[in-house]
Every structure is written in structure tokens, then in C-alpha cells.
């Protein structure tokens, strides 16, 4: 249809998104956004409708953030539950421009993984405002979960577990790490590891400890580098001997990042994430006396800036795909950090830091104002990355015709004081309080929702839905394989 000068063609959308810059991984254009139905179904300039419009002039219109490291209503290994519930987590969340999370199921030893998902989504289908999954933690990889367990969940679209190398009441042995892997090759599924070496990290803590040592800030000095490095490098080679694709969550060494980028450099799927605390904190902040450290300890633990400059530059160059919270809120009181009475050693106190609310604040800030990253790759990191190996994509993490409507409508130019009173999980202290932050998801929509708009939440409780995964998808991870590199033969692969 020509239409006369003048006239504008007026078309039904639920929502019209008008006048926004957008970006994904790739591309940055202006356009609006028709919304019918949840999904988009129309991306062009000009767009008129009857329904309603928001207008996103001067604003930046983004895939809403696929959070794939988070822990929400979960038990530490010690069975203290976190302090945030799929309501506050995922309202948290919202608030930090995510449409998705993906936190963890976990499963104690003896447990059947039937009984363990039964108790997630009793605990989150009528509480989070986002939609979610779940990884699986396996800290019992018996003949029966092996067989007939895993394969089942896989079924029920939760195609990701992690597993650690550490922590005495979850870790997995090497041969039950092969196991695991080789039954992750066979379904599509992909293995996240938690890489630190147990008997190094309590060979130094028992040290500590009979010399007098006992703080929370000797956290950092009984988790050495030596511990994530050796990890990392012996997890590696049992994903190249199974020939299955391994991410390595929370690295916070280069030597780490390196073992990474070497294997990818050497045809393995082998991928990468750090979390923003290993930008932006470091050890220092726990140089005091006493319990309060407490609130910095995390597992690996903070290190220098140096290393930030590492982590840095392994987003950059691509060796890292994914930027993550690791959000593992643990309160400041008896509730939390304190459980264990008001001066824990460094071995009593709850490991983990909060962040889900401003990994993308953070990152946007200090990464795309600061020229660190490119606003494309602050998507790719953020969101559309996590959709591909979490078996979202292209459903989530974009933004095209089709797709479901998560977006995250931001104010570049918004300035605000991070204080833990503006959040809105369940803590009552944050580690970025007072970093000045420019940048922020003023509207944010899930399958055409809106969660959340000039400062309120606009979503009922529940109203996120849990979301049935696909294999992982690892085609297009950005990478560094040398071309002329043929590796050698898998184990699997030699007995086809
Ligand atoms: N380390 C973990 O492995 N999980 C939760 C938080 C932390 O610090
Ligand atoms: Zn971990
Ligand atoms: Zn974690």
C-alpha cells in the first residue's frame, strides 16, 4: 500500500517501543519494536499502533540479561539457605535489566534428582517475576543418576549441571568428573565446574589456623591461586579426553584464563566466565580486623588489580563468554554470614557475595562508558551468550522478529550512588556501596510484560515461567581456534 504524504500506517501492537536505539550482539540501529502476543513482531521505523506506546528516544533498547549464575532459595553445602527467595531474587534481578535467570538446583548427597527438582520448582513457580531454568549441582553421581536420573532431567529441558572440585560435602572425585562428562557428551548437556583444588585449599587452612590465623580475611590467603590453576588445568584435560564441552564459572586468575584460551586455541569447547566482583574488587577490601571481612569472602576469592586487568582483557579478546553474578547473598547477621556466632573463623563464614542487581549496571558503566567493551559485546556477555549455551537461543539473549519481547529499555545517561537501600534483594549490605554508576534499565520487559518501570515493580509474583531448555548451542561462541590446528582424536571418538 503507497501511502499519501503525510499519512502514517496505524497497525495493532500490544506494546510499540518508538524512537529507541537497539543493539545485539552484533548490530546497533534505530528501530522500533512491535510487540504482539509476548513475541516481537515487528522491527521498523515508523511504527504506529493503537495500543500502547513507550517512548525510548535517547534510550538504549537491549536483550534483557540471561543471568546463568546465580543462587537463589538454594542451601550452601553447609545447609544455610541464601537470603534471597525467587521473589526478592528474581525482582532483584529485574531490576538489574534481566528478563531470564538461571540459578541452581541442588542436589545433597543421597538425594534422588526427581525429589531435587520437585523442591525447586515448589520453590520458585509461584514467586519469580522472571522467567527462569535451572542448573543442576550433582554431588552424587551414583549409578542411578548417571543412567537413569541426568537422562531424565535432560528430558525435562535442563540441559546443565555443575559440578565442584572442592568444598567437602559436594565435590566429585576425577573419575566421577568422567562419568559426569560422558554422560554430558552423549545428551547435548553442558558441564559448569567449580575449579579449585580441595586438598591445597585445606593443607593452607589447616595451617592458618594452628598459627593463629583464624579471620575471615585469611580467606583469600587459604584459597591460593595455585588452587583455581591446577583445577582448571586438570578439568580441562578430562573435558578434551571425553570430548565434551566445559564452561569454568567464576575464574579469577590469569593463569586460568590462559589454561582456557590454550584449549580453545587447541579445538576444545572449552569456555570461560568471571563475575564483576573480579573486576571491580579486590583482597584489600578485607585488610580489616575482625568479622566484617566476612562480607567479601567468596569462593575463589578476591584478588589484586592486576588480575582485574586480566579479566579484563579475557572478556575482551574472548576467551571468556559469559559475565555472571554468582549472586550468593548470605545477610550480615546470625542469618547469614554470622551463623555460626558473631566471630566466625575464615572457614565458618558463608561463602559468597550479592550482585544480581548490578552486573549489567556495572558492566555497562565501567565497560562500555569506560571504552573497555563495545556495547555489542556488553550484549553478547550479558545475555545473548548465556541464551546459546544454555539452549535459549534464539527464543532469548536477542532481539529479531520472533523472539520472545524481553527487552531492557536503558538511560545511558542516568547517574546514581550504589547504597544498599536503592536494591531490592534480601540483603542488608552490598559490596559496591558508594561506586557511582551511569547507566541503568529504567523499563524492563519479559514476553512482552512489564516488569518493571519508573522505579516500581509492575508484575505479580509467579508471573515468570519456568523455561524448557535445548542442548547447548556452542556454534558462534566467539573463540580463538587456530585454523591450521587438527586435535588429536577424542577418546570417544577412537572407539566409533
Ligand atoms: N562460591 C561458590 O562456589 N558458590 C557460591 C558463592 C561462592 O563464593
Ligand atoms: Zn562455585
Ligand atoms: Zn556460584
Redesign the pocket.
Known sequence: MNLAEGESKMTHFDLLIKGGTVATAVDTFAADIGINDGKISALGSDLQSTGRTINAEGKLVLPGGVESHC?IAQESSFGLMSADDYESGSVSAAFGGNTTMIPFASQKRGQSLYEVLDIYHERAASKSVIDYSYHLILSDPGESVLKKELPAVFDQGIMSFKVFMTYDLVKLDDGQMLDVLDVAREHGALTMV?AENSALINWVSRRLLERGYRDPKYHAVSHPRAAEVEAVQRAVQMAEFIDAPMLIV?VSTEKAARAISTARYSGSKIFGETCPHYLFLTSEQMNMPGPEAAKFC??PPLRDNKTQEAMWQALQNGTFQLISS?H?AYRYDETGKLNTGPNPTFKECA???PGIELRMPLMYSEGVRKGRISLNQFVSLTSTNAAKMFGLHPRKGTIAVGTDADIAIWDPDLERRVSVEMLHDNMNYTPYEGFIVKGWPTTVINRGRVVIEDGTLKAAKGSGEFLKRKPCDLTGMPGNVAPEFIPEKSFNARLR
Open positions: 543462587h567449580h567464576h567468596c569462593s554468582d550468593a561463602n559468597g557475595v
